[in-house]
C-alpha cells in the first residue's frame, strides 16, 4: 500500500490526496474485484513492474469510502502509521486548510513523516515529551537488545522522530523489520545489550542492505 501527496502547478504549489493500492500483475483480478467493491478509483496496470495498481484521487471517495473502509478493517503492521497520517491530512483538506499557508505547511509536516520519510525525518533534540526508560528488544521480546532513559540517544541513532517513535511504541509495530520498541522491562528477556555505538552501527547495515536490495 502506498499513500503519498502530489504537488504539481506551474504556479507554486497544489497538493492533493492519493491513495493508491497496488500489487503483482497475477493478482490483476484481485485489484479489479477491489476498485469494483470499493466502487470509485481506477485500475492502471504498470507492465514494466509486472504490477497492478488500484488508485483514487478523488478526495470525497476517499474521505467517504477508503478512510471508513479502513476504519472498519484496520490496516496491521507500519503502514498503520501511515494510514493515521494520512487520515489527519485529510481532515485538513475536508475543511479546505490546504488552500491556506498554514494548512500547507501541516501537510508537508505531515508527509514528511510518511513512507520511507518515517525512519529518516528527525526532530529537534529539544522539546521531547516522551520519558524513559525505553527498552528495544528483538520482535518477539524474548531477547533484549539495548535499554536506555534518554530519548534522544534513540531519535539521534534512529533518525526517527518523537511523534513516529511513541506510534511504535503505542501500537507494538516492528521497526525495520528488526526492533520492538518498549517502555516495559520484560524479566523473562535474555540479555544481549549492545551499545549505543553497536546499535548506530547495526541500524545503519540494516538500512544499507534495505536501499541495496530496493536498486
Known sequence: MIIYFEGKGSKGFQLSLRFSLAQNERDEALIRTIASYMDCGFCSPERNLKAIKFVCTRFSDIYEKIIP?????????????????????????????????????????????????????????????LTGPFYIYNPVKTILLFKTD????????????????????????????RFIFSRSLITTAKDKLMTLSVLKLKIEEIRDKRAASKK
Request: glycine fraction near 8%.
Open 69 to 129: 473502509f479502513f476504519r472498519k478493517y484496520p490496516i496491521l503492521g507500519v503502514k498503520a502509521l501511515d494510514f493515521e497520517d494520512f487520515c489527519l491530512a485529510s481532515k485538513v483538506f475536508k475543511t479546505k486548510g490546504h488552500l491556506t499557508r498554514e494548512g500547507v505547511a501541516k501537510i508537508i509536516e505531515i508527509k514528511k513523516g510518511m513512507n520511507l520519510g518515517r525512519e529518516h525525518v528527525v526532530e529537534p533534540s529539544i522539546g521531547f515529551t
Open 150 to 177: 534518554n530519548i534522544k540517544d534513540l531519535t539521534d541513532v534512529l533518525k526517527i522522530r518523537e511523534s513516529s517513535l511513541n506510534k511504535y511504541l503505542t501500537l507494538g509495530k516492528v521497526y525495520l523489520g
